[in-house]
C-alpha cells in the first residue's frame, strides 16, 4: 500500500497523493497497520484534579520528564475546545516489542517543585496520554489517609509506569497504564532525603523516571476496538439505560396531556355552543351581554409591546429547535464517535453558524407581519440577543481559565477562527435570512378585527398572575425531563460517554409537547378571565422552565457532584446559565406558536359557524 503507516483516524500522511488521501478520508474507521518495530507516538495531553472536569492543565505543567524542544500535535477545533494540548513525549514505544524498566530521565527536583508535586497529587491530579487515538489515564501520585491517634498522612510519587498495550494483527486496539506492584517514590514535607530518590540537600530531591512496555494480541478486530474502550474505564461507570424512569415520565406526560387536551376539548365544546347564536354577523356582534374569551375579539390580536424583542426570541429559538434536532438526529445515525474528543462540540458549532438564516427569516418574517417597521435593528438584535451573552459568559469562563493557566482556556487562533465563524458566517446568514423574511411575509392572519380603543382589562384574582404561570408553566415541562437531565449532567460535568440518543429524542420530544399544551391550557385560562395579553404570557410560561433548570444545575452541584474550587465554579455556573437560557428561548418559541395556533383555532370556528 503507497500510502505511508499509521491509521487513518490519526489523520493522512503527509506522503500521500491527493486521490489516496480523498480514498482514505472516506473511511475513518479503516486501519492502514503497523509494522513490527513502527513507532506509536505517545502524545501527553493534560492533567487535572478528579473531581473537576473542566479544570484541566498542560501534562509539562508539572515537573516531570519533558524534551527539550516540545512539539505540539495539530487538533481539531473540538478537541481545542475540549481542552487536549497533546505535545510529543520522551516515552519511545515501537509496535510489538516489549521493554522492561527503561529509564525515562533522571531529575533533580526543587523544594518548590517537590510542593507542587504534593499539592497536585493531594488534589487528585491525574493524566491523559494518547497513543493511536486511544485515550490513556493514571494518577500522578498516591496518598494515604491512615488511623485518628497518630494520624497518618502519606504522599507518594509514581515514578515507573507500565504501559499495556493490545494488538491485533498490525493495529493498535487497547492501551492503558498501570502501577500495579510498584512502590511509589514519598514526597515528605520539606524532605531532603527520599527513599527511592537521593537526598542533594537544601530541600531538593532526584527521582528517576522509568517505564515498561508490554504487548498482548487481542482478538478483537479494529473496528470493533471502540467496543474495548467503553468495556473499560479508568472514571466511574453510572450511566445505564433506565427504563423504569423513563417509562414513569412517559406515563406522567401522556396522563397530563391526555387530561389537558380532554379537558380542553370539552370546555371548548361547551363555549362554542354557548357563543355561537344562531344570527347573521362575524365576531363584530358577539360581544353583546357576554362574559369570557369571546368578549375580548376585538383585543385579542392587538400587537404586544417591545415587538422587536418579541420576534427576536422567536427566532433565537426556532435556531436552537433546528440546532438540536439536527444534533441529536445526526448522533443517531451514528455520525459521532463517543470516544472522539469534541466531535459533538464542533458539529454544534458549525450548526449554529449555518442556522443562523433560521432565526433571521423567523424573527424578520413575523416582525413584518405585526406592522414592526425598524427591521435592521430587528435582524441585529436577533443575531447578538445570544451570541452578545455568550461572548461576556465565555470572556469571564476564559480570563478565569487563563488566570490559572488551564488548558480550558482558548488560544488566540481558536478565539479568531470562532470570531471569524460568526463574523463570516453567521451574521451574514441571519442578515440573508431576515432579508428573505420580510421580502416573503404575509400579512398577519387574524380572524378578527382589532378595534383601536383598547378594551379595559378586569381585576384578575391571584392564580392567574404572570408570576403563578411561570411556576406551573415551568415546573410541568421541567418534571419531564428531571430524570434525563441528571445523566446530561453527568456528561457534560462528569466523566461520562452519553450513547442513549434514542431515548433523548423521547425525551426531547415529550417536553416539547408538554410544553405546548401546558401554554394552550394556561392561554385558554387567561382569556376566560377577559385578559387578551397572552403574547408574552405565553412566551413567560413554558420559558420559565430555564429557572427551573438552572435551580436544578445549583442542587447538582452541591449535592450530586464533587466539583469545587474557582475555576470549576465559573465555569459550571457561567455555561449552566446559557443552558437554562437555551431552554427558554426553546421553550418559549414553542408555547408561543402552540398558543397562536390554539387562538387563531378557537376565533376562528366561532366565527364560522
Given at each position: 500500500m503507497p500510502c505511508g503507516k499509521g491509521h487513518l483516524s490519526g489523520g493522512c500522511q503527509r506522503t500521500m497523493d491527493l486521490h489516496c488521501i480523498l480514498i482514505l478520508c472516506l473511511f475513518s474507521g479503516w486501519a492502514l497497520g503497523y509494522k513490527q518495530g513502527d513507532n506509536v507516538t505517545l502524545y501527553v495531553?493534560?492533567?487535572?484534579?478528579?473531581?473537576?472536569?473542566?479544570?484541566?492543565?498542560?501534562?509539562?505543567?508539572?515537573?516531570?520528564?519533558?524534551?527539550?524542544?516540545?512539539?505540539?500535535?495539530?487538533?481539531?477545533?473540538?478537541?481545542?475546545?475540549?481542552?487536549?494540548?497533546?505535545?510529543?513525549?520522551?516515552?519511545?514505544?515501537?509496535?510489538?516489542?516489549?521493554?522492561?524498566?527503561k529509564t525515562l530521565c533522571q531529575l533533580i527536583l526543587s523544594e518548590e517543585q517537590v510542593d507542587q508535586l504534593r499539592e497536585a497529587i493531594e488534589e487528585l491530579f491525574y493524566f491523559e496520554f494518547v497513543l493511536d487515538d486511544i485515550p490513556i489515564w493514571g494518577f500522578v501520585g498516591y496518598i494515604e489517609e491512615s488511623g485518628f491517634l497518630p494520624h497518618s498522612h502519606k504522599v507518594g510519587l509514581w515514578t515507573h509506569l507500565e504501559f499495556n498495550i493490545e494488538y491485533n494483527g498490525d493495529s493498535v486496539i487497547f492501551a492503558n497504564v498501570s502501577v500495579k506492584d510498584v512502590k511509589p517514590v514519598p514526597l515528605e514535607e520539606g524532605a531532603g532525603a527520599a527513599v527511592g530518590g537521593v537526598g542533594v540537600g537544601g530541600g531538593s530531591l532526584t527521582v528517576t523516571h522509568t517505564y515498561s512496555v508490554h504487548w498482548f494480541e487481542s482478538p478483537l478486530p479494529h473496528a470493533r476496538r471502540a467496543d474495548r474502550l467503553r468495556d473499560y474505564s479508568f472514571f466511574p461507570k453510572t450511566l445505564e439505560i433506565h427504563w423504569l424512569s423513563i417509562i414513569n415520565s412517559l406515563v406522567l406526560v401522556v396522563l397530563l396531556l391526555g387530561f389537558v387536551i380532554i379537558i380542553l376539548m370539552r370546555v371548548l365544546k361547551n363555549d362554542f355552543a354557548r357563543y355561537n347564536v344562531e344570527e347573521e354577523g362575524g365576531c363584530d356582534d358577539l360581544d353583546q351581554g357576554d362574559n369570557g374569551w369571546k368578549i375580548i375579539h376585538t383585543d385579542v390580536f392587538r400587537?404586544?409591546?417591545?415587538?422587536?424583542?418579541?420576534?427576536?426570541?422567536?427566532?433565537?429559538?426556532?435556531?436552537?429547535?433546528?440546532?438540536?434536532?439536527?444534533?441529536?438526529?445526526?448522533?443517531?445515525?451514528?455520525m459521532f464517535n463517543v470516544h472522539r474528543h469534541g466531535a459533538i462540540n464542533s458539529a454544534a458549532i458549525?450548526?449554529?453558524?449555518?442556522?443562523?438564516?433560521?432565526?433571521?427569516?423567523?424573527?424578520?418574517?413575523?416582525?413584518?407581519?405585526?406592522?414592526?417597521?425598524?427591521?435592521?435593528?430587528?435582524?441585529?438584535?436577533?443575531?447578538?440577543?445570544?451570541?452578545?451573552?455568550?461572548?461576556?459568559?465565555?470572556?469571564?469562563?476564559?480570563?478565569?481559565?487563563?488566570?490559572?493557566?488551564s488548558t480550558q482556556a482558548l488560544p488566540a487562533?481558536?478565539?479568531?477562527?470562532?470570531?471569524?465563524?460568526?463574523?463570516?458566517?453567521?451574521?451574514?446568514?441571519?442578515?440573508?435570512?431576515?432579508?428573505?423574511?420580510?421580502?416573503?411575509?404575509?400579512?398577519?392572519?387574524?380572524p378578527c378585527r382589532t378595534r383601536n380603543i383598547a378594551r379595559q382589562i378586569p381585576p384578575q384574582p391571584w392564580y392567574k398572575h404572570a408570576?403563578?404561570?411561570?411556576?406551573?408553566?415551568?415546573?410541568?415541562?421541567?418534571?419531564?425531563?428531571?430524570?434525563?437531565?441528571?445523566?446530561?449532567?453527568?456528561?457534560?460535568?462528569?466523566?461520562?460517554?452519553?450513547?442513549?440518543?434514542?431515548?433523548?429524542?423521547?425525551?426531547?420530544?415529550i417536553l416539547l409537547s408538554v410544553g405546548a399544551c401546558i401554554s394552550v391550557a394556561l392561554t385558554y385560562f387567561l382569556l376566560s378571565g377577559e385578559d387578551y395579553r397572552w403574547w408574552w404570557r405565553s412566551v413567560l410560561s413554558t420559558g420559565s422552565t430555564g429557572i427551573f433548570i438552572f435551580v436544578y444545575s445549583v442542587f447538582y452541584y452541591r449535592n450530586r457532584s464533587s466539583m469545587s474550587g474557582l475555576v470549576q465554579s465559573t465555569e459550571f455556573f457561567g455555561y449552566s446559565l446559557l443552558t437554562a437560557m437555551v431552554f427558554s428561548l426553546m421553550l418559549g418559541s414553542v408555547s408561543f406558536w402552540a398558543s397562536l395556533a390554539f387562538i387563531r383555532y378557537i376565533y376562528r370556528s366561532l366565527k364560522m359557524d
Open positions: 495531553n493534560k492533567v487535572g484534579p478528579y473531581h473537576n472536569p473542566q479544570e484541566t492543565y498542560h501534562y509539562y505543567t508539572l515537573p516531570v520528564c519533558r524534551p527539550e524542544k516540545v512539539h505540539h500535535k495539530s487538533l481539531s477545533l473540538g478537541e481545542v475546545l475540549d481542552g487536549d494540548r497533546m505535545a510529543e513525549s520522551l516515552y519511545h514505544i515501537r509496535f510489538r516489542e516489549n521493554v522492561e524498566k400587537f404586544p409591546p417591545y415587538k422587536s424583542l418579541l420576534c427576536a426570541v422567536l427566532g433565537v429559538g426556532a435556531q436552537f429547535l433546528t440546532l438540536a434536532t439536527g444534533i441529536i438526529v445526526m448522533a443517531l445515525l451514528g458549525v450548526m449554529y453558524a449555518l442556522t443562523s438564516c433560521v432565526s433571521g427569516y423567523v424573527s424578520c418574517s413575523f416582525y413584518t407581519q405585526i406592522n414592526g417597521q425598524r427591521w435592521v435593528w430587528n435582524i441585529i438584535l436577533t443575531s447578538s440577543l445570544f451570541s452578545a451573552p455568550l461572548f461576556i459568559t465565555w470572556s469571564i469562563v476564559n480570563s478565569v481559565h487563563w488566570w490559572s493557566g487562533t481558536t478565539v479568531l477562527l470562532l470570531l471569524g465563524a460568526w463574523v463570516l458566517v453567521g451574521f451574514p446568514l441571519t442578515v440573508i435570512g431576515g432579508i428573505v423574511g420580510k421580502n416573503r411575509a404575509g400579512s398577519f392572519q387574524a408570576a403563578v404561570h411561570m411556576a406551573i408553566g415551568g415546573f410541568l415541562p421541567f418534571s419531564a425531563i428531571s430524570v434525563e437531565l441528571y445523566y446530561i449532567f453527568a456528561t457534560v460535568w462528569g466523566r461520562e460517554y452519553y450513547t442513549l440518543y434514542g431515548i433523548l429524542l423521547c425525551v426531547f420530544a
